[in-house]
């Protein structure tokens, strides 16, 4: 399918290959935005650094993963590899000879990854062999979910697939239509108990049953407005987040809403576009969005508790929370520190040359990253004032 490019606003968006038509993820008009950070609170080091495998696309989201005392990451060009979190010691490395679209899930022993041929590979988490590999419709551009019993695969045409985790075998099958036009992407379902949501292309939500895959409810995030395919695109691509009862997501061209788990009734909405992700605490909802502005916003009602604008221009992962600071990577290849109670920037490094589009993982007072280029970073934070 010819590329053609179009622009929004601030942002460029380029239309890839997908079925119908399927935009790509959102890149900053200008990778030299000016960020003056005069005196850091805080300040990142460098722990180790390492090439996983091959650069990848901006379009994929190739992130780590924790799970029983090791780091697990995937590179694009099917080497997935265990490292010790302290060391990088290299644990155990496999070569699967697939390219990887989608993440790393973890849970029940397992690691599954999905491929840009639409199948879905599971392997042991202690060793790396493969317990199984199953075909399914399209590309998988999100981790798979991992738990009770179950592999639950969000694919690009639109399909929610759930897998037995000890052999592969479908269970049941869900399908939404895609739009024609895409975000290059989508989210990760989310697994609940006894259940599991997902996000969909046409701004909707679904809750489903995990043993027979029937709708509990469904909700609306967003609803797709104006004339052409580009305006009306309202991607839920921002992985919904699940906290003590309340459901929290947001589209693109949309709305980020809080919804009840229990019933789908939307609690609150307000128009937000939201390509980065979501992170909450017990009082607050924290947003990146579509202009690489941050938001914080109360959990009840979504009031704003405050906006940063410092990373204005820039492409925002999902955030991330490490103490009193919320993290967030951005595609100029840096990590950033802000105050949770206000928004102020305290803290700024540049990881490398290429972009990240991943949210920050942190554990035990550090953080890793994945970065376009293939090199997963740990990177320790240090609190000035300690």
């Known amino acids: 399918m010819k590329d053609r490019r179009v622009r929004v606003g601030l942002v460029l968006m380029s239309v890839l290959f997908l079925a119908g038509c399927s935009a790509r993820g959102l890149l900053p008009a200008d990778e030299s935005v000016d960020i003056g950070l005069e005196a850091p609170q805080i300040e990142f080091e460098s722990l180790f650094s390492m090439r996983i495998g091959q650069s990848q696309a901006d379009g994929l989201r190739l992130r780590p993963v924790l799970a029983d005392g090791a780091l697990y990451a995937a590179s694009v060009d099917g080497r997935v590899v265990a490292l010790d979190p302290v060391s990088g010691e290299t644990r155990w490395a496999q070569d699967l000879d697939v390219r990887v679209a989608g993440a790393l899930g973890a849970g029940d022993g397992l690691l599954a990854l999905g491929t840009a041929s639409g199948e879905v590979i599971a392997l042991e988490r202690d060793g790396g062999a493969v317990r199984w590999r199953q075909s399914l419709s399209s590309e998988v551009l999100a981790p798979p979910a991992v738990g009770q019993a179950s592999v639950v695969v969000r694919t690009a045409d639109g399909h929610v697939f759930a897998l037995d985790a000890a052999n592969g075998e479908q269970r049941w099958l869900y399908s939404r ?81 809080g919804v009840a788990l229990g019933s789908g009734e ?32 109360d959990r009840r009602n979504g009031a704003s508790v405050w906006r940063a604008e410092k990373l204005r221009g820039l492409r925002l992962a999902a955030p991330s929370m490490a103490g009193e600071y919320l993290l967030v990577a951005a595609s100029d290849g840096s990590i950033n520190a802000l105050d949770r109670r206000n928004g102020e920037l305290v803290g700024r490094r540049t990881v490398g040359s290429a972009g990240i589009t991943v949210k920050p993982l942190v554990a035990d007072g550090r953080v890793y990253l994945q970065d376009l280029a293939g090199r997963l970073h740990a990177i320790g934070i240090n609190d000035k004032d300690d």
């Not at 609690?267 to 202009?291: C, F, N």
């Open 266 to 297: 939307v609690a609150w909405a307000r128009e937000l576009s939201v390509t980065g992700g979501l992170a909450v605490d017990d009082e607050r909802l924290y947003v990146t969005d579509a202009q690489g502005r941050v938001w914080a916003l």
């Open 177 to 257: 239509n895609v739009p024609a036009l895409t975000l290059r992407g989508h989210s990760s379902p989310v697994l609940v108990n006894d259940g599991v949501v997902a996000g969909f292309d046409n701004g909707r939500l679904s809750a489903l049953d995990l043993a027979t895959g029937s709708a509990a409810w469904e909700s609306t995030v967003a609803v797709p407005e104006g004339r052409t395919d580009l305006a009306r695109m309202v991607d839920i691509d921002a992985d919904p987040l699940v906290d003590r009862g309340d459901l929290f997501a947001g589209a693109y061209q949309g709305r980020v809403a």
